[in-house]
């Protein structure tokens, strides 16, 4: 299966230039670090977990920034009716869990339209806009902190997927 949109290249954000170009320039950059540690893996070695007792595995993480995009940008900084995709209340790391009856090529697809819905989702607001969904903490959130969070949670969780890509074949880098 070839999967599309994975770039050659990892983008590079701007090294100059105002705040919100830099915040976007650093989270396209981890969303295509996502992508790239995943390239040329079949599904098998995409739910490959890299160390027991951990069951945490490439496929995982991509399913779980799917659900994190969406709870972020389309329920709390839009207001959307936006359930959950992989976990639920009962199963809170449902998102985590992978079958053989998953593919990446799904979950991919899922990621990727969840992106996009995202970049829909900040494209016309400033990054002081308040959120118009609730948190289930009460607190609000301006689009920069939610901006900044996701570049943290995918920072944490690339250095996840480089160590489980890397216990997988031993690829290490961007």
């Given at each position: 299966m070839t999967i599309p949109e994975i770039p050659a290249k990892?983008?590079?954000?701007?090294?100059?230039?105002?705040?919100?170009?830099?915040?976007?320039?650093?989270?396209?950059?981890?969303?295509?670090?996502?992508?790239?540690?995943?390239?040329?893996?079949?599904?098998?070695?995409?739910?490959?977990?890299?160390?027991?007792?951990?069951?945490?595995?490439?496929?995982?993480?991509?399913?779980?920034?799917?659900?994190?995009e969406r709870g972020w940008f389309r329920r709390v900084l839009a207001g959307e009716d936006a359930p959950p995709i992989h976990y639920s209340d009962d199963d809170l790391d449902g998102d985590f869990r992978v079958t053989e009856q998953d593919t990446f090529e799904a979950a991919y697809a899922t990621w990727q339209h969840e992106i996009e819905r995202a970049r829909e989702a900040a494209a016309s607001r400033s990054l002081d806009d308040p959120n118009l969904g609730a948190h289930r903490s009460g607190e609000d959130f301006n689009l920069r902190w939610i901006m900044t969070h996701m570049i943290e949670e995918y920072a944490r969780h690339n250095g996840h997927a480089d160590l489980i890509r890397q216990a997988i074949d031993g690829a290490t880098g961007d």
């Amino acid at each position: 299966m070839t999967i599309p949109e994975i770039p050659a290249k990892i983008p590079s954000p701007p090294t100059t230039g105002g705040e919100r170009a830099m915040l976007e320039g650093w989270l396209e950059q981890h969303r295509a670090v996502l992508a790239a540690k995943c390239a040329g893996l079949d599904d098998a070695q995409l739910r490959e977990a890299s160390v027991p007792p951990s069951d945490l595995t490439l496929m995982g993480l991509v399913r779980h920034m799917a659900d994190v995009e969406r709870g972020w940008f389309r329920r709390v900084l839009a207001g959307e009716d936006a359930p959950p995709i992989h976990y639920s209340d009962d199963d809170l790391d449902g998102d985590f869990r992978v079958t053989e009856q998953d593919t990446f090529e799904a979950a991919y697809a899922t990621w990727q339209h969840e992106i996009e819905r995202a970049r829909e989702a900040a494209a016309s607001r400033s990054l002081d806009d308040p959120n118009l969904g609730a948190h289930r903490s009460g607190e609000d959130f301006n689009l920069r902190w939610i901006m900044t969070h996701m570049i943290e949670e995918y920072a944490r969780h690339n250095g996840h997927a480089d160590l489980i890509r890397q216990a997988i074949d031993g690829a290490t880098g961007d």
